[in-house]
Antibody, heavy 115, light 107 residues
Framework: EVQLVESGGGLVKPGGSLRLSCEGSGLLFSSYTMNWVRQAPGRGLEWVSSISSNGNYIYYEDSVKGRFTISRDNAKNSLYLQMNSLRAEDTAVYYC????????WGQGTTVTVSS | DIQMTQSPSTLSASVGDRVTITCRASQSISSWLAWHQQKPGKAPKLLIYKASNLESGVPSRFSGSGSGTEFTLTISSLQPDDFATYYCLQYNSYPHTFGQGTKVEIK
């Protein structure tokens, strides 16, 4: 079964850090660009970051540049998002998704930034 | 950055209706556009990629068209399972951008 499973979300105080993980199975993980997309409560989808199949090309949405770091470990079929200096506006469900067109999505993990 | 303007934001329709949703890009994105469906509390699901290609397993009542800056998603005969929110996504260049969404409601 083709599957992506996110983990690592939780409640964190403003200024804190979290590391999200996304593990893939059944989907040739190492061959594809991978993405993080978020959705704030009651809002639309927002692209956050992408990393190429070999990790050589990395892109970020402007509001997370310098605070978030995307990485991957193809040997472990895993994608990561290190989130530092978290703000209230980072509160969202975070999804990982495969490929530029986002043909496979995980179920999401919830990040809440609140004091 | 490329802006994606989706319309309408809300659409009220009945089962069996033909429904069309439009997405306009602020500059040409060739055919690098996808359409996603999202139901409450669930992850999005890819319906259409490269503007007009139906993703495997997606019912044929869904179709996409357009290129350059104007794109449409059409549902030929709306079914009860289709009441959801629909998003376009441009992946021509970074930052990738989504439209603001179209919620299809029961009339």
């Amino acid at each position: 079964e083709v599957q992506l499973v996110e983990s690592g979300g939780g409640l964190v105080k403003p200024g804190g850090s979290l590391r999200l993980s996304c593990e893939g199975s059944g989907l040739l993980f190492s061959s594809y660009t991978m993405n993080w997309v978020r959705q704030a409560p009651g809002r639309g989808l927002e692209w956050v970051s992408s990393i190429s199949s070999n990790g050589n090309y990395i892109y970020y949405e402007d509001s997370v540049k310098g605070r978030f770091t995307i990485s991957r470990d193809n040997a472990k079929n895993s994608l990561y998002l290190q989130m530092n200096s978290l703000r209230a506006e980072d509160t969202a469900v975070y999804y990982c998704a495969r490929f530029e067109s986002m043909d496979v999505w995980g179920q999401g993990t919830t990040v809440t930034v609140s004091s | 950055d490329i802006q994606m303007t989706q319309s309408p934001s809300t659409l009220s329709a009945s089962v069996g209706d033909r429904v069309t949703i439009t997405c306009r890009a602020s500059q040409s994105i060739s055919s690098w556009l996808a359409w996603h469906q999202q139901k409450p509390g669930k992850a999005p699901k890819l319906l259409i990629y490269k503007a007009s290609n139906l993703e495997s397993g997606v019912p044929s009542r869904f179709s996409g068209s357009g290129s350059g800056t104007e794109f449409t998603l059409t549902i030929s005969s709306l079914q009860p399972d289709d009441f959801a929110t629909y998003y376009c996504l441009q992946y021509n260049s970074y930052p990738h951008t989504f439209g603001q969404g179209t919620k299809v409601e029961i009339k």
